[in-house]
């Protein structure tokens, strides 16, 4: 176990690094700054899973968007892959806190809206698709409409909108924060399977403490806004994880604990 | 309901009013003079459809209105495209334009006849104004309301400007534009008459003032029935070449 997950280490074929060093960002409220991120650093391996965790509105979808390249940051630099984020770029993808999926393509067009953009050919584009709907559990749905598919179905859409594309660094904004319980388990194993075996580098931004326990091998703790880094834990135990194995459950108490003080 | 049984059903209030006021008249209980009775009306129409007038004064109208509607709604996607998408341009121009909005499109013709004399221009135009603003405002409102994110996750894909606005500006516009242009169509029809109204040789307009001035109620019914008709004839074409377009909706318009 132990020399499996090194060896995904440092196999870096597929995932990116990713290297946010002392962001600063802050929003213009009618005339009035709003500081939103507080000299945020954050270092993620090829290959890695870093989950973040902070209260409502402290920052972190924006954190995503300054990583994303949707917006530069006022100040601070972010790298990955050891590149400049200059914009946006497919190579690392956002899965919004929302689906945004087109309410008039079918999950299969959607799906395919990366790959258009890319010019990759018809008959590869539905290759790849197809194997991106099965690993979601789509294959049924393929033809279905966004307003015909439940809110989990609808999240599976886009998180096979991302997948797709083979991204080398995978940022999920609550990807499964309206799901119900039962599915969110299911999805969670998912995005675990889907990591280890694709090898993108993910960031996962999350309110559920034990979601990011059983999924990352890191979690950073943000504080209230302006997000400032409060905490950064090691997740060590192996995957496949239990909710109810004692160390989670001692850094579940910690991680709790953080966040009361903050709130 | 099955649609058949729709259909039928709409049909119901119509059909009893013709058949009661056929029946009121023929005894003598009501005076058909200023109302004519059905068969009166139905005998017109057929005495103007023989003599080739009625294929006539419909296709006057309907090139008027078809010439209207192009220009109207042409110039009104246009500038509601570059309003919408260019803000200087948007400050220069919307406040005139809702301004001018304001105005009652019939307050026009005086001065369009002025302009243009009484041919066909000045109904041309007078129908296009007519057209031009609720398909303005629908493109207008509805590119400004296009949700950030569908842009952003084209972004992060990396679609050129042009692939933008095909791929998702494009499809995200099309319902409001398509309900200004109904909108517009009704217009036109409305715009129509008045312009038809103030002077015109042929046209179904032309038919209600000749039937005033000579005191022919029949032929002010008949030409009603077929304003009727037409308008909803072209919206049902309208309707039906875009339907492809907005499939995808969820939405109740297939029951309108
Ligand atoms: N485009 C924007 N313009 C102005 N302020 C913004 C903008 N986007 C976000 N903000 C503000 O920045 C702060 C952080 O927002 P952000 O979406 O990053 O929070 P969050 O941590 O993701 O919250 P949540 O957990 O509720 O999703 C909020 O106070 C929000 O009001
Ligand atoms: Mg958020």
Partial sequence: ?263 | MRQGGRVGLGLVLPLALAIGWEIAIDPGLVSGRLLPPPSRIGATLLDLAASGDLLMHVQATLIRVGLGFLWGAAVGILAGGLVATLPTLRWLLDPSLQALRAVPSLAWVPLFILWFGILETPKVLLIAVGVFFPVYVGVSGAIASVDRKLIEVGRIFRLSRFGLARRILLPAVLPATLVGLRTGLGLGFLFVVAAELMGASEGLGYLLVDGQQFGKPDQIVAAIFDFAAAGKLADLVLMTLTRPLTRWQDTERESL
């Fill in chain 1, 1 to 263: 176990m132990v020399a499996a997950t090194l060896q995904r280490h440092t196999d870096q074929a597929r995932g990116a690094s990713l290297h946010a060093e002392a962001v600063s960002h802050a929003f213009d409220i009618r005339g009035a700054p709003l500081p939103v991120l507080d000299q945020v650093s954050v270092t993620v391996a090829p290959g890695g899973f870093v989950a973040l965790l902070g209260p409502s509105g402290c920052g972190k979808s924006t954190l995503l968007r300054l990583v994303a390249g949707l917006e530069p940051p006022d100040q601070g630099v972010i790298t990955v892959g050891g590149q400049l984020v200059e914009g946006p770029d497919p190579s690392r993808l956002l899965v919004f806190q929302d689906p945004t999926l087109y309410p008039w393509r079918t999950v299969r067009g959607n799906v395919a809206l990366g790959l258009e953009a890319q010019g990759v050919g018809r008959a590869d584009r539905a290759a790849r698709i197809d194997r991106a709907l099965g690993l979601v559990g789509l294959s049924a749905f393929a033809d279905a409409y966004p307003h015909q598919l439940s809110g989990g179905m609808a999240q599976r859409a886009a998180l096979a909108r991302a997948l797709v594309n083979e991204p080398r660094l995978l940022l999920l904004d609550e990807p499964l924060g309206k799901l119900d319980a039962l599915t969110r388990l299911a999805m969670q194993a998912e995005i675990l399977r889907l990591w280890q075996e694709k090898r993108f580098t993910a960031v996962l931004v999350t309110h559920d403490v034990e979601e990011a326990l059983i999924l990352a091998e890191r979690v950073i703790v943000l504080s209230d806004r302006p997000a400032a880094i409060r905490a950064e834990l090691p997740v060590e135990a192996p995957y496949p994880r239990h909710r109810d194995d004692p160390d989670l459950v001692r850094l579940r108490r910690t991680i709790l604990e953080i966040l009361g003080q903050v709130t």
